[in-house]
């Protein structure tokens, strides 16, 4: 059966190579950094942390602002990489690369209204914090969004005063090197941004060494697990976003075209590889029969083809790997008592396509409904009312997003305080946004990106007390 990790776990430890996944052509293979280059790029990096801290806020947003120009200039070529590296549509690619360019212009325009000292009344004569960087921030990034990833952790982490590593995932290094080549024209110092080529094995090597200060992940529950056991054995900050089941709440009283229409748009999105978006639809048995009808007419007229061809909009999976582990869940449920309402296996053909899958009558014990769907396959729960659509909804070992739907805004309020995730969703597709956090809880990872929370997860909140104390200390002296 397929794992809940299979979508953002390592590949095996060969060299690396980035394959088209509509063709299966090999585009490039790579080599893993030796640790002569390892250990140049750990000090470049600490060289450039010296002095990137030390310019102004003003500075850092005039880079940010240029790389965004930059992401703006290159999103044709940039979208071509991405698409022919993991498969995702051009047409959502080029809105990957926007949606990075923006990003960079909202931490640039925010990100010292964000890290600005704070004052503080105590009892001396002045008392401020203040919000400074850490240093040099591995970054292990995903392959499902490739540019969005590395942006949403980078721009936040850099507007902050800290410089990157980033360890991208194995299948999509030209993005890398791509994203690499816009910052450098940008302008930004040496040392502030750089690529690690590098094994599973050297990159917890790297997190060991005193010169990381703080480590950022995107990935799977095993590969969280371990990067935090690490960070956590030398005393270093982590944040982990480890994807998730979102439950999809769809009540009886809710606009059913509205939500069918979000809820394909969003499951079959990046052919499902989506972390942030509805695994498990939980409807109301009154409108079940209604809503699966509409879902299965939807989710049937999809153009799923060429991800190149600008009239597609589903292209295939990441791997073959992850295809088939992906259809190891989706057998295994139709043996449990799963029926399928529409696909249900791989396309032939070249390609590591997956039909666009709907499932109904799934239960709790089923692999569908119990593990991380990472590809697109939509599970079908019933439920009796909105306290069992809670219920249901909760019974996940992940806490990433959730969506209601519903007319009763106050009944919605009311069940958005009960669901156990990071962020909820009404009348709408969960979805980033550099104006909110995100972030999950339970094994869907810990920490926030984006906003004003994201950008202080990387940073020092230091108290300054000037004395001499102006009233008498509070209770209990000076212990601590």
């Not at 095996?12 to 052509?25: D, F």
Request: hydrophobic fraction near 45%; charge should be negative.
């Amino acid at each position: 059966m397929a794992t809940p990790q299979a979508h953002h776990g390592e590949i095996a430890a060969a060299p690396p190579r980035s394959v088209n996944p509509a063709t299966e052509e090999v585009l490039k293979t790579f080599e893993f950094h030796t640790a002569v280059h390892v250990e140049a790029i750990l000090n470049r990096a600490v060289s450039g942390f010296r002095h990137w801290r030390g310019i102004s806020f003003d500075e850092r947003a005039g880079y940010l602002l240029k790389i965004a120009a930059q992401l703006r200039k290159h999103k044709a070529s940039l979208a071509h990489t991405v698409t022919t590296e993991m498969g995702k549509p051009i047409v959502d690619a080029e809105a990957e690369v926007e949606k990075c360019a923006w990003v960079c212009d909202y931490n640039a325009e925010n990100g010292e209204r964000f890290l600005d000292d704070q004052r503080a009344q105590t009892n001396a004569t002045e008392t401020y914090l203040s919000f400074l960087p850490l240093g040099v921030i591995a970054a292990i990034m995903p392959w499902n969004f490739p540019v969005w990833q590395v942006f949403r952790a980078g721009a936040p982490a850099l507007m902050a005063g800290n410089v990157m590593l980033l360890k991208h995932a194995p299948n999509v290094l030209e993005t890398a090197f791509a994203i690499e080549k816009i910052i450098q024209e940008a302008g930004l110092p040496e040392g502030v941004f750089q690529n690690l080529v590098v094994s599973p094995q050297q990159i917890d090597n790297i997190l060991e060494d005193r010169r990381i200060a703080a480590v950022t992940l995107t990935g799977s529950p095993g590969a969280g697990s371990t990067v935090a056991s690490i960070a956590g054995k030398n005393i270093k900050k982590s944040v982990l976003e480890l994807g998730g089941s979102d439950p999809f709440i769809v009540l009886a009283d809710a606009d059913l075209d509205a939500a069918v229409a979000a809820g394909v748009r969003a499951r079959f999105a990046n052919a499902g590889q989506v972390c942030l978006a509805p695994k498990r639809f939980i409807l109301i048995e009154q409108i079940a029969d209604e809503f699966e009808s509409k879902m299965a007419t939807v989710a049937a007229g999809l153009r799923v083809g060429d991800p190149l061809d600008h009239n597609s909009q589903m292209g295939p999976m990441a791997r073959a790997d992850l295809r088939d582990g992906l259809d190891r869940q989706v057998q295994s449920s139709i043996q449990a008592g799963a029926r399928v309402v529409l696909g249900g296996k791989p396309r032939g053909g070249r390609g590591y396509f997956y039909e666009p899958t709907i499932l109904a009558d799934v239960k709790p014990e089923m692999s569908v409904f119990r593990e991380e769907t990472f590809g697109p396959v939509a599970a079908l729960i019933r439920a009796s009312d909105h306290e069992h659509a809670l219920e249901l909804a909760n019974d996940s070992e992940y806490g990433l997003s959730g969506n209601i739907w519903t007319r009763n805004l106050d009944l919605a309020r009311q069940m958005a305080r009960r669901i156990e995730a990071g962020g909820v969703f009404v009348n709408g597709a969960a979805a980033s946004d550099p104006r909110v956090p995100i972030g999950g809880i339970k094994r869907s990872g810990y920490g926030r990106e984006l906003a004003s929370f994201g950008i202080r997860e990387f940073v020092n909140v230091q108290t300054v007390w000037i004395g001499p104390a102006v009233a008498a200390a509070p209770p209990g002296g000076k212990a601590e």
